[in-house]
């Protein structure tokens, strides 16, 4: 009878960690970026680059009805990849583009808009990554887009921008209405 | 005598601000050891001296500051990350196995040592 509880025991043992092993395989284990809310319920102030005001969330993503939040820093080599890209979106009507400049020097942060153009209607910085954070960010680069009028978010890019999030992004804001 | 009073004066009143600053510090500790680096394997936030991770030990004091008590901080970073920003996994579906297999295996460990005994 023990000897048969012992059989048992490892079979069911062997069976179960086989079925987890089994779902672990087919699951990627990786973060799941999945957000349990899109809305901006939540603001913050920054300092503007190039003025010493403040502004709140809500202020800068009052314009137009789409916005892109483009999180960049001069210290970061994908920011200037992608830069063209942004630069390419400047363009369309209802989209107003805000830099959030993390964790950067102003100097360099001047030099990177000066050096590559502007494609941002307006820039905040946030020396303190606290901002960031708010938005749910990674780390840089990294580009929202928002739907002002119902303050949620629409899309979230990670790492840099390219052809492909590129026609993606202008998809998205010519399909939503 | 006079300069010695005032030296201990100096040195304990430089303790105690020291010590009613480590107070909320020691709070940020105990959450972000409960928060997973995201951008790091395998590291806590606490552990960690990435800048993400520099940057939510700023904002987890920023909340303190603001009053949030643990549980709305927690929340505000599931909201934000998701759920695998904590270290302590939800009951759902996907982590059902995963709380229930330690008291299957308690309960028949249980149910063999009560063979045992009851055979002898």
Redesign the interface.
Do not use: A, H, Q
């Given at each position: 009878?023990?000897k048969n509880?012992k059989l048992i025991?490892v079979v069911?043992l062997v069976i179960?960690s086989f079925f987890?092993l089994l779902k672990g395989l087919n699951k990627t284990n990786n973060?799941?970026?999945?957000?349990?809310?899109s809305k901006i319920d939540f603001n913050f102030k920054a300092k503007f680059l190039y003025s010493d005001e403040e502004s709140t969330l809500y202020e800068l993503i009052n314009d137009k009805d789409y916005s892109i939040i483009n999180i960049w820093a001069s210290w970061c080599l994908p920011c200037r990849e992608e830069h063209p890209f942004l630069l390419n979106l400047k363009s369309l009507d209802k989209l107003n583009i805000i830099g959030i400049n993390y964790?950067d020097k102003e100097i360099n942060a001047k030099k990177f808009i000066k050096e590559l153009g502007n494609p941002y209607s307006k820039i905040v910085v946030d020396p303190?990554?606290?901002n960031?954070?708010?938005?749910?960010a990674?780390?840089v680069p990294e580009t929202i887009l928002i739907n002002n009028n119902s303050k949620t978010i629409l899309k979230k890019y990670i790492g840099p921008l390219d052809n492909k999030k590129l026609d993606e992004l202008k998809i998205i804001i010519k399909n939503e209405n | 005598m006079k300069i010695k009073i005032l030296v201990l004066a100096i040195f304990y009143l430089i303790g105690s601000f020291n010590l009613s600053n480590a107070a909320n510090s020691e709070k940020v500790d105990q959450i972000s050891k409960n928060l997973?680096c995201?951008?790091c394997q395998g590291q806590s936030v606490y552990d960690s001296q990435s800048?993400?991770a520099?940057?939510?030990k700023?904002?987890i004091q920023?909340k303190i500051d603001e009053g949030k008590n643990d549980e709305q901080i927690y929340d505000f970073l599931?909201?934000?990350?998701?759920?695998?920003?904590v270290y302590d996994p939800e009951i759902n579906k996907n982590t059902v196995?995963l709380w229930v297999?330690p008291l299957i295996l308690f309960v028949?460990g249980g149910l063999?040592i009560f063979?045992?005994v009851s055979?002898k």
């Open positions: 009878m023990v509880i025991t069911f179960v987890i973060y799941s970026p999945k957000l349990n809310s964790k303190s990554g606290v960031s954070i708010e938005l749910g990674y780390g | 997973r995201l951008i800048d993400f520099l940057s939510m700023i904002l920023k599931k909201s934000k990350y998701g759920e695998w920003i196995l297999l028949f063999l063979r045992k055979i």
